[in-house]
């Protein structure tokens, strides 16, 4: 695609229940990443994957949640037993190793937690 | 623990004068260093990216790199209304991952 999709661009989700957030890079980017973004605050690095493989996952910010990119292409972000300090921007990006790494980022999804 | 820092803002200016972005980082050991604009319920997007000492100009942005003083800047000349947002600077200490400032908002009032 011509950009970064991601998907649902807004999940108001009760405390307690499930989400999953679709990422969809850019065709042929190998390396994806996801960041949360709160309110007033820059972006937060969470996890990477290049193609399948997901290589840090340093900035998870509890078991709750859980990134996958089965097929190296589209990614899914899940996370379990939602709580209200969930509550941020999560921003998908990708790039295609260009020089210096810039990053590509998707419009992302804004998950509240009630 | 690899930190980016940026004064909040905001910063004012008035249309037509140079708005200056500043921004410290804690690593010296980072090898790239980038200029992000987000407009307000809006995704990041790059302006620049600069890995040398020195400045490097692209059209009315100016990015400046001093590694010795850890220290990397955005000027932008001719300031328009339309580049009211807020800049974050990012900084690639290796690893395929950018670490972000807060972000500074800029306000560039006609």
């Known amino acids: 695609g011509a950009g970064v999709s991601q998907s649902p661009r807004y999940k108001v989700a009760k405390r307690g229940q499930d989400v999953a957030l679709r990422c969809d890079p850019i065709?042929?980017?190998?390396?994806l990443f996801w960041y949360q973004q709160a309110l007033g605050q820059g972006p937060e690095f969470l996890t990477y994957?290049?193609?399948?493989?997901?290589?840090?996952k340093s900035g998870l910010p509890s078991d709750r949640f859980f990134a996958e990119r089965p097929e190296g292409s589209v990614s899914t972000l899940k996370i379990q037993r939602t709580q209200q300090e969930d509550s941020a921007v999560y921003l998908c990006?990708?790039?295609?190793?260009?020089?210096?790494?810039?990053?590509?980022f998707g419009e992302g999804s804004r998950l509240t937690v009630l | 623990q690899k930190e980016v820092e940026q004064n909040s803002g905001p910063l004012s200016v008035p249309e037509g004068a140079i708005a200056s972005l500043n921004c410290t980082y804690s690593?010296?050991?980072?090898?790239?260093f980038f200029w992000y604009r987000q407009y307000s319920g809006k995704s990041p997007e790059l302006i620049m990216f600069?890995?040398?000492?020195g400045d490097k100009e692209d059209g009315r942005f100016t990015a400046q790199l001093n590694k010795a003083s850890q220290y990397v800047s955005l000027l932008i000349r001719d300031s328009q209304p339309s580049d009211s947002a807020t800049y974050l600077c990012?900084?690639?200490?290796?690893?395929?991952?950018?670490?972000f400032g807060a972000g500074t908002i800029l306000r560039v009032k006609s």
């Open positions: 990006a990708s790039t295609g190793g260009g020089p210096g790494g810039e990053l590509f």
């Open positions: 065709s042929g980017h190998v390396s």
């Open positions: 994957f290049q193609n399948e493989a997901q290589l840090d």
């Open positions: 690593d010296r050991g980072s090898q790239s």
């Open positions: 600069i890995y040398s000492n």
């Open positions: 990012a900084v690639n200490y290796g690893g395929n991952k950018l670490v």
